[in-house]
C-alpha cells in the first residue's frame, strides 16, 4: 500500500455522509484539481473534496468539460489525492470514459480509485447510467450520481436551468429514483427550480447535493475558483448561483504588479532578501 493509501483510509467514507445528512446536518462539497486548493479544501473542514471535469474550464483553459481526458484526470487526481488527508475524495469520470461500453467504463473508473486513489466516482446521467452504476457499487466503488444540468450534454441541453416543464421535471425525479435504487450513495443535482430539487429531496433516501438548485438540497457543491473569485477578467465566475466569498484574483493581480513595479524600481530584492 502507498503511503497516501494509507491516508485514504481514514477518508470521509459514504456511510458517514449518509449518516451526517441522516443527523439533519447539511453535507459540503468543493471542487480541487491541485494539491496546494486540495490542501486548503480539506483543512477547513468540508465532506467532499470532487475532482470535477470543470477542471477543462477551470484549470486547462477548455470551453466546455468535453475535452478532458482519463490521462488529465488521473494527473490531477493524483495531486488532489496527496492534499486530501481527511475529506472523501471522488473523481469525475470524464466524457467518453464511460459511454462507450460498460467493460470500459468499470475500467475507468477502476483506473481513478486504483491509480488516483480517489474514494468514489461521479458519473453524470440518470436512467441511462442507472446499470453502470449498479454494476461499480456492486464490485466496491462509490457513486455520486449527477443529474439536471449535465455538463457533457452541453451540446444537447445548453447551460440552462432544468426540469422547468413537468414532463422534464418527472423524467428528472424517474432519473434520481434510478441513481437512488442502483446504489449511488448522493446524488448532485445542477441548475434545477429550488421546489423541484426540494420534491425531489424530500422523495430521495439518499443526500442531494446541490449546485444552482437552492437551500433545500440535503448539501451544497460549489466549484472552488468561482467561490474564491479565481478566474475573474478571463469570462470565469458571475454564475447567478455563485456566491463570490472572497476576491482572490484581485489580489493576486495587485501581488503581481507590485513585484514588476519593485523590481523595475530597484525595490526587490532589498537587503533583507540577499546574501553576504
Ligand atoms: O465538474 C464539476 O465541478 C462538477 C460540479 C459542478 C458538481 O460536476
Redesign the pocket.
Known amino acids: 500500500m502507498t503511503y497516501s493509501a494509507k491516508k485514504a483510509v481514514r477518508s470521509v467514507t459514504p456511510g458517514a455522509i449518509q449518516a451526517k445528512w441522516q443527523r439533519g446536518e447539511k453535507i459540503t ?1 468543493l ?1 480541487a484539481y491541485d494539491y496546494p486548493t486540495a490542501r486548503l479544501v480539506d483543512s477547513a473542514g468540508v465532506d467532499i473534496v ?1 475532482v ?4 477543462g474550464m ?1 484549470e486547462l483553459g477548455y470551453s466546455t ?1 468535453l475535452p478532458v481526458s482519463m490521462q488529465e484526470m488521473l494527473h490531477h487526481v493524483k495531486a488532489v489525492r496527496r492534499g486530501t488527508l481527511r475529506a472523501l475524495l471522488a473523481a ?1 469520470m470524464p466524457f467518453l470514459s464511460y459511454q462507450i461500453n460498460e467493460d470500459e467504463a468499470v475500467r475507468n473508473a477502476g483506473r481513478l480509485i486504483q491509480e488516483g486513489e480517489a474514494n468514489a466516482v ?1 458519473i ?1 446521467g440518470g436512467t441511462a447510467v442507472a446499470p453502470l452504476v449498479r454494476r461499480l457499487v456492486t464490485i466496491g466503488i462509490p457513486v455520486i450520481g ?1 443529474i439536471g444540468l449535465t ?1 457533457q450534454s452541453v451540446n444537447v441541453m445548453g447551460w440552462r436551468v432544468q426540469g422547468r416543464t413537468e414532463e422534464d421535471a418527472d423524467r428528472l425525479k424517474a432519473d434520481a429514483e434510478a441513481l437512488q435504487e442502483a446504489g449511488a450513495f448522493a446524488i ?1 443535482i ?1 441548475l434545477m427550480p429550488k421546489m423541484l430539487a426540494g420534491e425531489l429531496t424530500n422523495a430521495l433516501s439518499v443526500p442531494t ?1 446541490g ?1 444552482g438548485s437552492g437551500p433545500l438540497c440535503s448539501g451544497q ?3 472552488t475558483s468561482d467561490l474564491i473569485g479565481l478566474r475573474q477578467g478571463d469570462g470565469g465566475g458571475g454564475y447567478r448561483h455563485v456566491k463570490k466569498y472572497v476576491d482572490v484574483s484581485a489580489v493576486i493581480s495587485d501581488a503581481l504588479a507590485e513585484f514588476r513595479r519593485e523590481v523595475e524600481g530597484g525595490l526587490f530584492p532589498g537587503d533583507e532578501q540577499s546574501f553576504d
Do not use: F, Q
Request: proline fraction near 5%; charged fraction near 30%; glycine fraction near 4%.
Open positions: 462539497m471542487t470532487l470535477g471535469d470543470s477542471l477551470e468539460t469525475d461521479k453524470e449527477h455538463p448532485v445542477e447535493i449546485i457543491v460549489l466549484v
